[in-house]
């Protein structure tokens, strides 16, 4: 499956599959993102069910480290790592007309497997043969 799958049916089965009001929907997204905020920051510090590998690595602080920082502190390392991953982000992803949304762009481009445009000049060249 993929992650919109994944996404969907975490709701369906924090909501029993049974339809809810809006305000109830938008509590639960609220808690979700706030739960991967935080897993975000557990990661920082080795905790928790992620990770930071490869070149995240360098964000990785100490656990007695973190500790004695003071939130300001905190708070600007966490927006190093926010800056590194937009930074890296910002080559393959695509944002929308009124900046407010903002995705990873597919390597094809959003296009169907094996499917191909066919060029204007070729349409054209075409179209004068069968004139002839």
């Not at 992803?93 to 204007?120: A, F, H």
Request: aromatic share 8%; glycine share 6%; charged share 30%.
């Amino acid at each position: 499956t993929n992650n919109v799958e994944c996404g969907n049916h975490m709701l369906k089965v924090a909501f029993e599959w049974k339809p809810r009001p809006l305000g109830e929907l938008v509590e639960l997204l609220f808690g979700v993102v706030k739960q991967q905020y935080q897993d975000v920051h557990r990661s920082i510090v080795g905790e928790g069910n992620y990770q930071l590998v490869g070149s995240y690595r360098k964000f990785r602080v100490a656990r007695h480290v973190w500790l004695e920082m003071t939130d300001d502190q905190r708070d600007s390392h966490y927006s190093k790592l926010q800056k590194f991953v937009d930074v890296k982000r910002s080559s393959t992803s695509v944002v929308s007309t009124n900046k407010k949304l903002k995705t990873i762009m597919k390597k094809s481009g959003g296009k169907k497997p094996n499917q191909r445009r066919k060029g204007r000049c070729i349409s054209k060249i075409t179209n004068l043969n069968n004139m002839n």
